[in-house]
């Protein structure tokens, strides 16, 4: 490969490097248990961003041990990218009862990346000396990072285990995850409820073992809120639209799975009415235990 040539691939793995920490920069905030986890690998890769833009702006050409170093680093990014959009959506229950494999998912993208900065000869670079300097304290972050192991949430593990134990779980303990899980209005509680239902339908409905211990907390976090929280269903910038307070309706008029109104309920052989799920044309029950697909 000629001068030229190389001169192209590196402009484009640099132009490739920014789109990256650019994709991060602009990801919304996260607001569930992995949240200082997200913040954490979000700072550290947005202060990457001088490193590509003022080699962009050089036009020194990038040595062969550089394009490689910088290529693991782009994989490396693009991991934390995806990482990072799986824990900011879904199932904020799930991640709860799984957070420790996901602290190990983001333990692995640490590592990967502290790897990656580890290979860069900073010297062989055409830097500033306040680019350098931001570099060389982001590597030793995620240096530090590698090697600390994040303290675990001791209160939120009693209070799920609480949860899922007890029939009946004193409202401190439910009060408790409500806030944890950011699952404090109605509102929170129907969009949880539908990410479940997308996880049920993604899983060809079976979403794994965890799925009795979701279908649990989740209507014992509902009934919760509905009982503490009945008037407090919106965000603010909705509660303006709304002029009257809605009928209450009893919860078996409800979907078990989308908490919406059911039309044309089925009874499924467990006795419990469903929604019809209009995907791939087959329905869901959502007893504990008893999980059906027909």
């Known amino acids: 490969m000629g001068p030229k040539e190389d001169s192209q691939e590196g402009e484009l ?36 961003s001088p490193l590509f ?17 910088f290529e693991s ?22 991640l709860a ?40 304290l982001v590597h030793a972050q995620f240096q530090r990072a590698k090697g ?4 675990p949430d001791l209160q939120l593990d009693i209070d799920l285990a609480t949860a899922q134990k007890e029939k009946e779980p004193d409202p401190a303990v439910l009060k408790r995850l409500s806030e944890k899980l950011h699952l404090k209005t109605i509102n929170d509680i129907k969009k949880e409820s539908l990410a479940f239902h997308e996880m049920v339908i993604s899983s060809d409905g ?10 649990s907390l989740l209507k014992k976090i509902k009934d919760w809120v509905l009982t503490e929280n009945p008037q407090v269903e919106t965000s603010e910038g909705e509660k303006g639209l709304i002029k009257h307070r809605s009928p209450v309706i009893p919860d078996d008029f409800r979907c078990p799975i989308s908490l919406e109104l059911m039309k044309d309920p089925v009874i499924v052989s467990t006795g419990q009415d469903i ?8 329905h869901c029950c959502t007893q504990p235990s008893l999980l059906t697909t027909f």
Do not use: W
């Open 275 to 282: 929604k019809p799920v209009l995907s791939h044309s087959r």
């Open 206 to 215: 079976d979403p794994g073992d965890c799925f009795e211990k979701m279908s």
């Open 53 to 69: 833009e003022e080699l962009r702006d050089s036009d020194e050409g990038l040595d062969d041990d550089v394009v490689k170093a």
């Open 97 to 136: 009862l799984q957070r420790e494999k996901i602290a190990q998912k983001f333990h692995l993208v640490t590592e990967q990346i502290e790897a990656a900065l580890s290979d860069i000869h900073y010297d062989k670079l055409n830097l500033s000396e306040e680019v350098r300097e931001q570099i060389e």
């Open 13 to 48: 793995l640099l132009s490739r490097l920014s789109e990256s920490t650019k994709a991060i920069s602009e990801l919304s905030d996260c607001r569930n248990v992995c949240k200082k986890m997200y913040g954490n690998l979000v700072r550290r890769a947005k202060l990457l």
């Open 73 to 94: 680093l782009r994989l490396g990014l693009d991991s934390a990218t995806q990482l990072l959009n799986s824990v900011n959506g879904g199932s904020k229950l799930y």
């Open 148 to 151: 600390r192991i994040d303290t």
